[in-house]
């Protein structure tokens, strides 16, 4: 090709083009960039939507997680990409996570560290500030209520123990698991989280509430401080 022509999607063979390719060999045959670019409809003078498509995933490791993370103002970046283009792209990556989120939603019971990790990471391990979460149990350890307590910064959350009870005594809980997340990707808890598990524990203790976990999630990784026998 000679200048700044090039090859648009119409002009490929029609088995290969994305839209067409889904028809006929259904969803599962397309590649992800080739999934981006129905989304994204047309690239730029300089290149077809799949090769749009193609440099953003590149530009995140092809991690659909670190392309969940992306904002407007990240995609926009990228020539060929105005906000409908990038916000169709936040929309369908939301509505994927919101799918899993009610497939690990339906898990009632918790029985390790493992099942509060899966059910609470797609609420927590994206977010760019930190958020307290608390399950609320029976003595059979199946799910009573799950609440978001508290949203703080970067750093830290503010966690009245009053809220966490309260709700623990209007549902009957028998016993909770705290949960938090830590953006900063670090797993290792801080002597403020330390310091509430103690309190938030040593509370339950005169409510008769056991407190049997507290985790701290992360994109990757979690940290149990009843695993390391810490409860």
């Keep these: 090709m000679e200048g700044n022509e090039r090859m648009t999607i119409k002009a490929w063979a029609e088995e290969d083009r994305p839209r067409e390719k889904l028809m ?3 969803r599962r045959s397309l590649t992800n960039a080739e999934l981006m670019s129905i ?12 090769d749009l498509a193609k440099k953003i995933l590149n530009s995140v490791g092809n991690d659909l997680a670190s392309l969940g993370n992306l904002s407007v103002h990240d995609l926009t970046k990228f020539r060929g990409m105005g906000e409908a283009k990038a916000i169709s792209i936040i929309a369908a990556l939301e509505l994927g996570r919101r799918r899993r989120d009610l497939k690990e939603a339906k898990k009632d019971t ?35 209520a799950m609440k978001n307590i508290s949203s703080g910064g970067l750093s ?23 949960c938090h997340n830590h953006p900063s990707g670090s797993t290792k808890p801080s002597e403020a989280d330390i310091r509430l598990t103690k309190q938030l524990s040593e509370a ?5 509430i056991a407190v049997l976990d507290h985790i701290i999630i992360t994109a990757k990784s979690f940290y149990s401080f009843a695993d390391e026998g810490l409860l």
């Excluded at 989304?39 to 799949?50: K, P, T």
């Excluded at 830290?156 to 705290?178: C, N």
């Excluded at 339950?204 to 008769?208: R, T």
């Design 24 to 26: 006929n060999k259904g």
């Design 39 to 50: 989304l994204l409809r047309s690239g730029s003078s300089m290149e077809s939507a799949v």
């Design 110 to 144: 918790i029985s390790a560290s493992n099942d509060v990790t899966a059910l609470l990471r797609p609420f927590v391990a994206d977010l760019q500030h930190e958020e307290f979460w608390v399950l609320y149990l029976n003595r059979a350890n199946k799910i009573l």
């Design 156 to 178: 830290g959350t503010v966690v009245d123990s009053r809220i966490v009870f309260k709700i623990a005594l209007e549902h009957l809980a028998s016993s909770i698991i705290l």
């Design 204 to 208: 339950g203790k005169m409510l008769d």
